[in-house]
């Protein structure tokens, strides 16, 4: 009898989640209002551009066109953080600071056979000259790929 019981209470939640996701989606509309966003909605495939919540409706705008999309009808919602600047920008500095620093070593400490005794400040130089140079490089080439969280997904 228990069973039944459950399964029946599971069913009858089952059948009306469509209130709780349609204000999750407007509570995470609202949070994020003026952003760009990616929408999957059931009516319109996949859009991207920045949304405004306008009661129970999503104003789109894309570069192309404005759409409203009613908000129970968007299944998931991705929202744009930022990009990999920082990240790509560390990964590349490291490496490159510690073969500068390596090579700023070994140019301070033998310079055609003649022997210098100032290793440490080669490879401080060295590796703060290769660490700079490839982390900004590295962090203009992680400004392209922007970082997209995944905001809203209904159930």
């Known amino acids: 009898m ?6 029946a209470a599971r069913d009858a939640g089952a059948q009306a989640p469509s209130a709780t996701d349609s204000s999750r989606a407007q509570i995470a509309i609202a949070r994020n209002d003026g ?80 022997r210098k005794e100032q290793p440490v400040g080669g490879a401080l130089v060295g590796g703060a000259i290769g660490g700079v140079a490839c982390g900004l490089a590295g962090a203009g080439l992680g400004y392209l790929f922007k970082r997209w969280d995944l905001e809203y997904i209904g159930t």
């Open 35 to 114: 952003r760009r966003v990616r929408l999957a909605t059931r009516t319109n495939g996949k859009l991207e551009g920045r949304v405004h919540l306008d009661g129970k409706t999503a104003q789109l705008s894309t570069d192309e066109r404005s759409l409203e999309i009613p908000v129970a009808d968007i299944d998931s919602m991705w929202v744009q953080r930022g990009s990999f600047a920082g990240t790509i920008g560390t990964l590349a500095a490291i490496p490159c600071a510690l073969i500068g620093a390596l090579a700023g070593a070994g140019l301070a400490s033998d310079t055609e056979g003649v």
């Open 2 to 7: 228990f069973l039944l019981v459950s399964f």
